[in-house]
Each structure stands twice: as C-alpha cells, then as structure tokens.
C-alpha cells in the first residue's frame, strides 16, 4: 500500500499487546505510536519491535499532537473510556475501540454522537460471530433443511483466573465484569444466529462466595427474541471447577465444545 494508515496503539496490557503484533504484522498499517502508562510494557514495545523512544508516550495527548495519527485503536480497560475517545475526536482521527466501548449507556450515546458529528469513523473491535462454528450455525438454520429453531439453550461454564498473565486484568475489579466482559459477546452470537432481535430479557447477576471478581461473575437470563423464539442463558467466570464448557443447545440443532 502506498500510503499506509498512520496509526497510534493505546494501551499495551494483555490484550494491547495482542493488538500490537496484529497492526505491525499488517502492511496497510503505519505504526507510528505507542501508549500506555506502564514503562515497562512501553520497554516491551521497544524491544519487540524496535521501536525507539520518540514512538513511546505515557501520555496520549501528546502522543496524538506529535504523531497526528489517522487511526487510534484503543485497547485501555472501559472505565476511563469516555475521556479517551472524546480526546481522540478532538484531535481528528478515527477510532477503533475495544469492547466494552462504555460500562454507561449514556456516555455510550454521547460518544456515538460525537462521531458522527465529527464525521470521524468509530467501531468498537471483537466479536465472536466469525468463528466457524458461529457461522456454520447460522448457515444451517438460514437454509431452513432441518426446519426453525423453537426454544435454545446456551450455557457458558469457564473458572477463570483474572490473575493470569495472558489475561486483562482490570476485570477483577470492573463493574458486573461477566455481562461486560464475556456475556454481550454470547448476545451478539446469539442475535447473529438466529437472525432475530432481543424483544425482552429477565435477568440476574450474582457473585458467588469464592469468586476471585469484586463484582458480579455469574449470569443468568432468558431472552425472549423476535418470532416468540425463547433462549435460556447462564454463563460463569467462578465455575469452581478444573474443566471448562461451551453448550448450546437448540430444538433442531446441538453445538458442543469441552476444553
């Protein structure tokens, strides 16, 4: 590419990291800065990829007066995201954020809005809904050769270890962690295969006792969707056990995956 996209990392935790490799391996990307409070994972970035120190900034404003990025992905934890993105729309250049974009709604709309106002573009990154045995599912059902689904059941069963070194860890002290963090996810998985939106929902939030999470771990719901098509869901970060599980269940189709 001639004129690849000027583009500035934010954040260089578990999953910033994971980023990085992914922008640097891409040649349609130019990356021309990295950001992040840590020294130390800033010390990563240089030694990873020879980055020198004028491309390092533990401050993103000046990060983004200097370098005048087109692209900003921000790969932060949630719970300061509104004053980032704004300032990255100040400053004129299109965002992609990793999820979840807001643990507020409103902040969420104003964000959204600010956008478009600025016609800048604006995704919020990860999903799970091309995964092969998501798209699989929804390509069986969409065909209609073994009829409609009528009633589904979804269950997400995982003790996860928020102290992992491969693993973001701002979730052992966010707000309702599992249903930001994990659970929106399923939703949109759920949404995405079946074609049909969420009319209702009737839902509860827990933490058990063991639960390494300061908030809410465990989820259950059942979502009524478009077509009077019911979905049971219960999901866990704190299963208490050594094995985890991924079950969904259909009237006409099963999906298993044990690891």
């Known amino acids: ?42 010390e990563w970035a240089r030694t990873m990829y020879e980055t020198g120190p004028a491309k390092c900034y533990q401050n993103m404003e000046q990060a983004l007066d200097e370098t005048k990025p087109t692209l900003v992905v921000l790969a932060t934890p949630p719970m300061d995201r509104f004053r980032q993105v704004m300032s990255v729309f100040e400053h004129g250049s299109h965002l992609l954020s990793e999820k979840p974009l807001s643990l507020d709604f409103d902040e969420g709309v104003r964000m959204v809005k600010a956008a478009e106002e600025a016609k800048l573009a604006f995704a919020v990154g990860l999903n799970l809904r091309y995964q092969h045995c998501v798209l699989k599912a929804r390509d069986i059902l969409r065909s209609r050769v073994i009829g409609g689904p009528r009633f589904g059941g979804y269950t997400y069963w995982r003790n996860r270890d928020g102290y992992s070194p491969d693993l973001n860890r701002f979730p052992l002290s966010m707000r309702q962690p599992l249903l930001y963090e994990q659970t929106i996810h399923h939703i949109d998985e759920i949404r995405f295969v079946y074609d049909a939106e969420v009319e209702r929902v009737h839902s509860k939030c827990w933490n058990p ?10 989820v259950m719901a059942t979502f009524e969707m478009e077509g009077e098509l019911p979905v049971n869901y219960f999901g866990t970060w704190s299963g208490h056990t050594k094995v985890d599980q991924f079950l969904w269940l259909q009237s006409v189709l099963t999906f298993y995956q044990e690891h």
């Open 1 to 42: 590419m001639d004129n690849p996209v000027r583009t500035v990392l934010v954040g260089l935790g578990a999953r910033g990291k994971k980023w990085a490799r992914v922008l640097q391996d891409e040649e349609q990307c130019d990356v021309v800065g990295f950001v992040d409070l840590s020294e130390q994972n800033l």
């Open 209 to 218: 006792p063991w639960s390494m999470y300061r908030d809410d771990s465990t």
